[in-house]
């Protein structure tokens, strides 16, 4: 041993880490701050201004509206595929597996395209839903909600897999095996025991569906159509289209605030579960 303490070891080998993250994230965080209170003069008028304007209030709810059915769509289905990834056979192991990596080698603009080729109403799926007779018209499933949320859920699945997997890999199996010794019927087992142990991947899974969902641009963007838009690209429209650089500042502070806010919220409601879940 050379004298130095774990702790001054651990500081001295992710100090890099912190440096990185305090100049590529803190500080053009504290630039835009200062542009909310310095744009077009100094003062709290935006943050006044975005405490009464309707638009930014309707934004606001469909955000946290489109990022909660996200997150619950998506901790659903990533929860079926780490089952599978985990517990099932080998050659269901393997397609899980390339359903999960698959996606990360497809960029975000390309599945948002893929979507609206698909989607749109001039799109494969109405076009064979006419051709069979099904609709005489085309489905509008492009420009609203759906189709944002379709497009999130499709590339968030991936992110949530992970914790899932993590924390249905930690079961011990002689819980499992004491609990079928004990009479429990499969479906028993899976409420009762294996899905009570999964908790802390499933906070964990929902909590970062959600800060992702709620600073989604560019498929709400291309699939919304401009008729569903959220926050970020709220903050978009009124730093480049607008444009009022205070007010797209203010937004984003106000983001980063909320969403700040709910991850504290939910670490506080979720630490039983983070903490005792998987025993």
Same mark, same amino acid.
């Given at each position: 041993?050379?004298? /130095?303490?774990?702790?001054?070891?651990?500081?001295?080998?992710?100090?890099?880490? =912190?440096?990185?993250?305090? +100049?590529?994230?803190?500080?053009?965080?504290?630039? &835009?701050?200062?542009?909310?209170?310095?744009?077009?003069?100094?003062?709290?008028? !935006?943050?006044?201004?975005?405490?009464?304007?309707?638009?930014?209030?309707?934004? =606001?709810?469909?955000?946290?509206?489109?990022?909660?059915?996200?997150? &619950?769509?998506?901790?659903?289905?990533?929860?079926? #595929?780490?089952?599978?990834?985990?517990?099932?056979?080998?050659? !269901?192991?393997?397609?899980?597996?390339?359903? #999960?990596?698959?996606? *990360?080698?497809?960029?975000?603009?390309? /599945? @948002?395209?893929?979507?609206?080729?698909?989607?749109s109403n001039? %799109?494969?799926?109405?076009?064979?839903?006419?051709? @069979?007779?099904?609709?005489? !018209?085309?489905? !509008?499933?492009?420009?609203?909600?759906?189709?944002?949320?379709?497009?999130?859920?499709? *590339?968030?699945?991936?992110?949530?897999?992970?914790? #899932?997997?993590?924390?249905?890999?930690?079961?011990?199996?002689?819980?499992?095996?004491? @609990?079928?010794?004990?009479?429990?019927?499969?479906? /028993?087992?899976?409420?009762?025991?294996?899905?009570?142990?999964?908790?802390?991947?499933?906070?964990?899974?929902?909590? +970062? &569906?959600?800060?992702?969902?709620?600073?989604?641009?560019?498929?709400?963007?291309?699939?919304?159509?401009?008729?569903?838009? $959220? $926050?970020?690209?709220? +903050?978009?429209?009124?730093?480049?289209?607008?444009?009022?650089?205070?007010?797209?500042?203010?937004?984003?502070?106000?983001?980063?605030?909320?969403? %700040? =806010?709910?991850?504290?919220?939910?670490?506080?409601?979720?630490?039983?579960a983070l903490?005792?879940g998987g025993?």
């Amino acid at each position: 041993m050379n004298g /130095r303490t774990p702790a001054r070891t651990a500081l001295f080998l992710t100090a890099p880490l =912190l440096a990185f993250l305090l +100049v590529a994230y803190l500080v053009p965080f504290l630039g &835009v701050a200062r542009w909310s209170v310095t744009e077009p003069e100094l003062g709290l008028a !935006q943050y006044a201004k975005l405490g009464g304007d309707p638009l930014v209030h309707s934004v =606001l709810m469909r955000t946290f509206r489109i990022g909660l059915t996200v997150t &619950v769509l998506s901790v659903l289905a990533a929860y079926a #595929i780490a089952y599978v990834w985990v517990r099932g056979t080998t050659w !269901q192991r393997r397609i899980a597996e390339i359903c #999960i990596l698959i996606p *990360f080698w497809i960029s975000v603009l390309t /599945r @948002a395209f893929g979507w609206l080729a698909l989607l749109s109403n001039r %799109g494969l799926l109405n076009t064979w839903l006419q051709a @069979a007779g099904v609709v005489s !018209q085309p489905l !509008q499933m492009t420009g609203q909600e759906f189709s944002v949320v379709v497009g999130m859920t499709h *590339f968030l699945i991936p992110f949530a897999v992970f914790p #899932i997997a993590s924390s249905m890999r930690g079961i011990d199996e002689r819980v499992l095996l004491a @609990a079928r010794g004990m009479g429990a019927s499969r479906l /028993r087992l899976f409420w009762s025991v294996f899905a009570p142990m999964t908790l802390p991947g499933i906070a964990g899974a929902g909590l +970062v &569906v959600l800060v992702f969902s709620l600073g989604f641009f560019v498929t709400p963007a291309i699939l919304g159509g401009g008729r569903s838009v $959220m $926050m970020a690209e709220l +903050v978009y429209i009124r730093m480049f289209q607008s444009p009022d650089w205070g007010l797209g500042a203010a937004i984003s502070v106000m983001m980063v605030a909320l969403v %700040g =806010l709910l991850m504290a919220t939910l670490f506080r409601f979720a630490r039983p579960a983070l903490v005792g879940g998987g025993r």
